[in-house]
């Protein structure tokens, strides 16, 4: 493994793509498990108002997303569109800073997350076409190694984020992710190179792919949906189950999601390795069991410790949705890595404002341990989805859809 790995390095641009993912998962991870804390003590709104205000800025990204991917594959200038949209990352949390009344907050954070929207998926894009300009064919592999790189950030971030909430406050946490986005967008800036890579602009366009009538694409979109709705769900509800369920502390809450990220780091690497050998849909079954397991156990734990070690199952999970997930979409649209990019993230976010519209309500109707109910069971349809043949989707992992056109 130690061989791929230096492989990977060689690759030119990759390096820096590792760094920004590193910045990518630290400036997301300072607030994140903080979020739901903020809203429900800070500007007094249920889980079920904080569920609201984060899937509509969810799906806020979605459409200039998919309007963004339609021509990233086509001629713009990717590395344009990194800086910008990490830029407007920036100035999206500097809004928690100086705006304090809820609805104002809104406003602002759906205007300026949609901007911010497009760097993730236009980062992967980026990365997968510096493999594919480099001899390297280990597609699997880079973008577990990249997805890596953004738990290694989410190691650190919460640590982070805990300390600056003990002596800044939840001001020191919202400055800290502003300047790490300002700090990625400026490294994007000065290290990053389109490489000359043959892109759908110069293959011959097939049949234009419409999501809802080709099932081999569908399948796949649908079931990171669901995948990510459930993992969301299990987001916006862990931290507040620590604390009020449980009796934890937010020091408990940052423990927690460190302890995820880390063992992540390790699990993708071996999937990565594990790919050459097992096919995404095999090692996407078997990230739904063990994530089922996982929320299994929440269902039925008493004690900080058992979610603690429980971690050791949602990190596979996460691991698996992570990196084999984008792995599965990009090699069925081979020639169009910003368009099959975006649908991936299109996918998580329509997943994340699912799970946060369905974990706030389900916290608070049914409690933050019931709410694990609706988890298990979005992962129970998924393993259906994925194991059910459907016609049309026949030899999906192998064989590339062919496309012109968009969703």
């Given at each position: 493994m130690s061989i791929r790995i230096r492989q990977l390095f060689s690759i030119p641009g990759y390096t820096p793509f590792m760094i920004c993912m590193i910045l990518q998962g630290m400036g997301i991870s300072i607030s994140s498990p903080f979020l739901a804390v903020y809203f429900t003590s800070e500007l007094g709104v249920s889980a079920g108002v904080f569920g609201i205000f984060t899937a509509v800025t969810l799906i806020s990204g979605v459409g200039i997303s998919t309007l963004i991917a339609k021509r990233s594959d086509h001629g713009m200038n990717r590395k344009t569109l990194m800086v910008t949209a990490m830029f407007f990352n920036a100035i999206a949390f500097s809004g928690y800073l100086f705006i304090h009344e809820f609805y104002l907050l809104l406003i602002y954070m759906t205007?300026?997350?949609?901007?911010g929207a497009p760097a993730m998926p236009q980062l992967f894009a980026s990365a997968r076409e510096a493999v594919n300009a480099s001899s390297s064919s280990d597609h699997a592999f880079a973008n577990s190694s990249l997805r890596s790189m953004f738990s290694l950030g989410f190691i650190t971030g919460p640590l982070i984020?805990?300390?600056?909430l003990e002596h800044s406050g939840f001001q020191g946490i919202f400055t800290g992710t502003s300047l790490i986005f300002v700090l990625n967008a400026v490294l994007m800036l000065c290290t990053a190179k389109r490489p000359a890579v043959k892109t759908a602009a110069t293959v011959?366009?097939?049949?234009?792919?419409?999501l809802h009538q080709d099932t081999r694409v569908l399948i796949p979109f649908l079931v990171m949906t669901l995948l990510y709705s459930?993992?969301?769900m299990n987001n916006l509800n862990i931290s507040l189950f620590i604390i009020n369920t449980l009796g934890g502390s937010t020091q408990n809450v940052a423990s927690v999601s460190s302890v995820c990220a880390l063992l992540e780091i390790p699990f993708m690497l071996v999937l990565g390795v594990l790919s050459a050998k097992y096919s995404n849909r095999l090692l996407l079954l078997w990230g739904i069991v063990l994530g089922a397991a996982y929320y299994v156990l929440v269902l039925f734990s008493g004690a900080l410790w058992q979610i603690i070690a429980g971690q050791v199952l949602l990190a596979v999970f996460v691991a698996v949705i992570s990196a084999i997930g984008i792995?599965?979409?990009?090699?069925l649209l081979p020639d169009l890595p910003g368009y099959a990019s975006t649908?991936?993230?299109n996918a998580t976010t329509l997943g994340r404002l699912f799970g946060s519209l369905a974990g706030g309500a389900a916290a608070q109707w049914l409690g933050y341990r019931h709410a694990y109910w609706g988890c298990l069971l979005l992962l129970v349809v998924s393993f259906v989805l994925m194991v059910v043949p459907s016609s049309g989707r026949a030899n999906s992992d192998k064989s590339p859809v062919q496309t012109g056109g968009a969703m």
């Open positions: 205007v300026f997350t949609a901007i984020g805990a300390v600056l011959k366009p097939g049949q234009p792919l419409k459930g993992h969301w792995s599965y979409i990009q090699d649908l991936y993230t």
